[in-house]
């Protein structure tokens, strides 16, 4: 990182007027400083100092080895609070199946009370991240997480440890893996907002990525999760009309400046959003503007249905049921409508849910179909309240061995919406969720309409299957 040290050689002997444009010469430099972010000159260490003899990691749980002979993306999202209870760590990740690694989430310093009413801890350690910082300026979270935690072999004098540390281990072993620290977030997105709007906001956000990703260089370019242009995120107070286009310069301004990144380091770099799936969300971004600077957009086709509401349906399906009981709100829509505006097919990435959601009590119900009910938000799990890994669906509502449900439980395939769901009608609870045969028909999707691959939220909900069944759905073999 620049130093913030400076020499100055005094004149002798000091005069008056020497003094006084010294004193000038001085004021100008602080003015520079506060008004220009510090780009850095120089990753922040040597990662070849550091002892990476534990890996490459060896595959855990049941995932299995594939060669990715598609040449698609296999992405997936590794969140820095799982390893604290859910104790996911980055020698956890099935990293030699996957192509690209999204870190979620860095976020911005400047208003977010998104995050303040939600986690007021985390509100609080974001704060403190931010002292001194510019508004508008990317930093790290839970920085004892990132980079303070010791792993093995990490020693107490490295400048940095912790998560990151892992990471510049993984990419020591994988070095084809893209790495991406991805931007916002659910409860994160509140700056985004004036990002996408301010050029002078927008300024300092750009010089701090590039700042991020020279000091800490296994990152290769950036994710942006702003949830959502136009409005419908966490925060009902934001969103305008103005959105989609300042999306649009958003990709722009990171795109050029990661050119002018390449060109001092000799490295490419990827520039990739995370967008909401439903067609709705999508029809408010100026895409012709937007997609040129783009390497992918990521479709969170999944959350289409959940606890917002009592309206029970495929949170994760790959078309519309017929009784589909909102428009827009499946892959194939998505992906249908971001082709209608020109965008190129390459460019477009299915998501997987590596997740489940959940409504008890359905009533109303017709022909035990819990689908045409109403019901209410149920499924305590290592999410939030009621919404369940796919690891902990597979042991307590699955028999995955016979594909089968369990426990009252029994599993229901849409072959219209190419969809899964668990239905006990003795407690009338309905579980959706993506399963292996649902995401195998995601990954079918991809080389059907020729799209950019498939990518999982996330990582450590999976038992492995998930995973296996991605490369499977693109016709990866097993090796």
Known sequence: MASPYFKINFPSPLTKPTVALMLLCISSLFIRLEAEPLIAAKPVFDPTTLDASRYPQQLKQQNQAYTNSSGKMVGGYFVEWGTYDRNFHVADIPAQNLTHLFYAFIPVCGPNSSLKDADPQGYNKLMAQCAGKPDFSVVVHDKFAALERSYPGDTTNQPVRGI?????????????????????????????????????????????????????????????????????????????????????????????AMDVLSQETGRTYQLTAAMGGSVQKLQLIDWEAAYPYMDYINLMTYDYYGEWDSIPGHHAALYPNPNSRRVGSSADEAVQYLLSRKVPSGKISLGVAMYGRSWSKISKHKDNNPFTGTGEKNLTGSLAENIGDYKKIATQYLDEVKGTGAHGFSLLWDDRAKACSLWNSAVSTLISFDCSRAVQAKGNYVLQYKLGGVFAWELDGDNGHLLNAMHQGLGHTAQ
């Open 164 to 256: 990151f540390a892992e990471l510049y281990r993984l990419k020591k072993t994988h070095p084809d893996l893209k790495i991406l620290p991805s931007v916002g977030g659910w409860t994160l997105s509140d700056p985004l907002y004036n990002i996408g709007v301010d050029p002078k906001a927008r300024a300092t956000f750009v010089a701090s990525i590039v700042e991020m990703i020279k000091t800490y260089d296994f990152f290769d370019g950036v994710d942006i999760d702003w949830e959502f242009p136009g409005g419908g995120g966490l925060n009902p107070n934001l969103g305008s009309a103005k959105d989609g286009a300042g999306f649009a310069l958003l990709m722009r301004d990171l795109r050029q």
